[in-house]
């Protein structure tokens, strides 16, 4: 049986027990278990901190886990990134007090950076000939400039606000981070098995998200058109209505390109049209 590590609490947990559950595994988690039995596949949840997770994976204590990518780069354990899950995005970057005289990267040679993901900026810094201080602290590193603690920090970034609110302007992006199945270096033949069979529900859920699935009529003397604006998995399918002037056209469009797709769908005479989630594809 499998044993996966994922978020006991916080930003992931509850995205990652949605994509367990789409992939038709469910758990109750009692609020202080740290072990939970799924049902639906046979796999068992090992509930941590997202700071434990990559160390537990790389010692076999766990097979697999779910993790922001900036947590495995900063702990450097090894371990294999099986797949890119497409949540919990964010990227890690240097920011300095809105009043500094920033220019390029040598503004932080001699300053005092601090941060949560030291090893990280460490190899940043090293690797491009900054000499700077790093200083480490848990918690609320965003504050650190204002209370003179430190000149810049190197956190997490999301959409920004939090810079913005503490005084602060990005000034470089170090790594881009999104959760991550990460799998254990020496799995066994009959786990890695496991392992491929559950890599291809979230495959399938993961493709299938920011999918919809578009129904319409369409006069027939507007198919060639229709199909110049229709994607679809291979080519959108055609179906006869039982009016012979007017066709049924399905097809996959990318949530991105929806009402673009359909403003000019409309605008050739497509009527009806239906917009329907799609749950999996499966390749
Ligand atoms: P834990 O108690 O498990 O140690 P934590 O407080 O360290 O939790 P969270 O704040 O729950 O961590 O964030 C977990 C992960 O979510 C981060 O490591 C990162 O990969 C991702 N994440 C995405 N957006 C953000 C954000 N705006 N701020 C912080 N983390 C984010
Ligand atoms: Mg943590």
Redesign the pocket.
């Known amino acids: 049986m499998l044993r996966i590590a994922i978020?006991?609490?916080?930003?992931?947990n509850e995205k990652t027990m949605a994509l367990l559950a789409d992939a038709g595994i469910s758990a109750s988690v009692g609020s202080r278990s740290l072990i939970a039995h799924a049902k639906g596949f046979p796999v068992d949840l090992l509930l941590l901190?997202?700071?434990d997770i990559p160390q537990a994976v790389a010692m076999g204590t766990a097979d697999i886990g779910i993790v922001?990518?900036?947590?495995v780069e900063e702990k450097g354990v090894e371990v294999e990134r099986v797949l890119d899950l497409g949540f919990?995005?964010?990227r890690l970057s240097l920011a300095v007090p809105r009043e500094a005289d920033y220019k390029d990267l040598g503004w932080f040679d001699g300053k005092r950076i601090a941060t949560s993901y030291p090893e990280i900026l460490s190899r940043f810094l090293k690797a491009n000939s900054i000499n700077a201080k790093i200083h480490t602290i848990t918690g609320s590193v965003e504050i650190a400039p204002a209370v003179g603690m430190a000149d810049a920090i190197f956190d997490?970034?999301?959409?920004g606000g939090t810079l913005i609110q503490n005084g602060l302007v990005e000034v470089k992006s170090v790594l881009d981070?999104q959760?991550v199945l990460i799998a254990s270096p020496g799995l066994s033949a009959e786990k890695r098995e496991e392992l491929d069979k559950l890599c291809f529900r979230f495959r399938s859920i993961i493709e299938s998200r920011g999918m919809k699935y578009v129904l319409m009529n369409i006069p027939k003397q507007s198919l060639d058109e229709a199909l110049k604006v229709l994607p679809g998995m291979k080519s959108p399918t055609i179906l006869h209505l039982a009016d012979p002037d007017w066709l049924s056209l399905h097809a996959v469009i990318p949530e991105s390109q929806l009402w673009e797709r359909i403003e000019r769908l409309k605008a050739i005479g497509a009527e009806d049209i239906l917009v329907l989630v799609l749950e999996n594809i499966v390749k």
Do not use: F, P, T
């Not at 978020?7 to 992931?12: D, P, S, W």
């Not at 922001?68 to 947590?71: C, H």
């Open positions: 978020q006991a609490k916080g930003r992931l901190r997202d700071d922001g990518l900036n947590e919990g995005g964010c997490i970034v999301s959409s981070s959760a």
